[in-house]
């Protein structure tokens, strides 16, 4: 497929929990993204990382955190879990970070949050 | 601030017939645009883009889009529909100003093709 990996594929979770999930970007890519989808909503940008750097973003507050490895595997944390965090979770990755580069997307994970 | 509406929830053709799948965007400068298709239980799979150049773009899957500045619409279609094709059509767009990939996607289309 689009050769991006997530873990895991399904993760169910208390509030007030804290969770990591994981990304494999496509090989040479070193800029990933991660969006939340809420059920019957399009993605909402969370964050983007270029060579393990943030730059970029959106209205996700600080218990939405990133890192991005040598590797170009990243991560997202979510501390504080609330019951609106349930959601599928979707990284992309592209070969850069400029605005015209086509993103390539996991299959995504479905967190539940109880 | 960039948006993106995609004003039909689901769209039905028959088989065979030619399918449109609407949308319209707003960016203070100009725009990348952006279709990507999602199937059930799956990642989004990019189709096609628009950055510059011919109005008419081509992609995967014999789908196609014309971009239309005037009317800031980035319509998505097809000439012969199959039954292959029903799933979730996602617009999306970028503004060039922007430094990084923040994209806005639409609430999406549920397109439903009918044998």
């Known amino acids: 497929e689009t050769g991006v990996t997530q873990s895991p594929t399904h993760l169910i979770k208390t509030r007030g929990q804290q969770v990591t999930l994981r990304c494999s970007s496509q090989?040479?890519?070193?800029?990933v993204s991660w969006y939340q989808q809420a059920l019957g909503q399009g993605p909402q940008f969370i964050f983007q990382?270029?060579?393990?750097?943030?730059?970029g973003r959106g209205n996700f507050p600080p218990r939405f955190s990133g890192l991005q490895f040598p590797n170009y595997s990243s991560e997202l944390n979510v501390n504080a879990l609330e019951l609106d965090d349930s959601a599928l979770y979707l990284c992309?990755?592209?070969?850069?970070?400029?605005?015209?580069?086509?993103?390539?997307f996991g299959p995504g994970t479905r967190l539940l949050v109880l | 601030a960039q948006s993106v509406a995609q004003p039909e929830d689901q769209v039905n053709v028959a088989e065979g017939n030619p399918l449109t799948v609407k949308c319209t965007y707003s960016?203070?400068?100009?725009?990348?645009l952006f279709w990507y298709v999602q199937y059930p239980n799956r990642g989004l799979q990019f189709l096609l883009k628009?950055?510059?150049?011919?109005?008419l773009v081509k992609g995967s899957y014999g789908f196609e889009a014309e971009f239309n500045k005037s009317q800031t619409s980035f319509h998505l279609k097809k000439p012969s529909a199959l039954v292959s094709d029903s799933a979730l059509y996602f617009c999306?767009?970028?503004?060039?100003?922007?430094?990084?990939?923040?994209?806005?996607f639409g609430t999406g289309t549920k397109l439903q093709v009918i044998p």
């Open positions: 992309a990755s592209s070969l850069t970070s400029g605005p015209q580069e086509t993103q390539y």
């Open positions: 090989s040479g890519h070193n800029t």
């Open positions: 990382y270029y060579r393990e750097e943030e730059n």
């Open positions: 960016v203070s400068g100009n725009p990348y």
């Open positions: 628009y950055i510059t150049g011919d109005n």
């Open positions: 999306a767009v970028r503004d060039t100003s922007g430094g990084y990939q923040k994209v806005t």
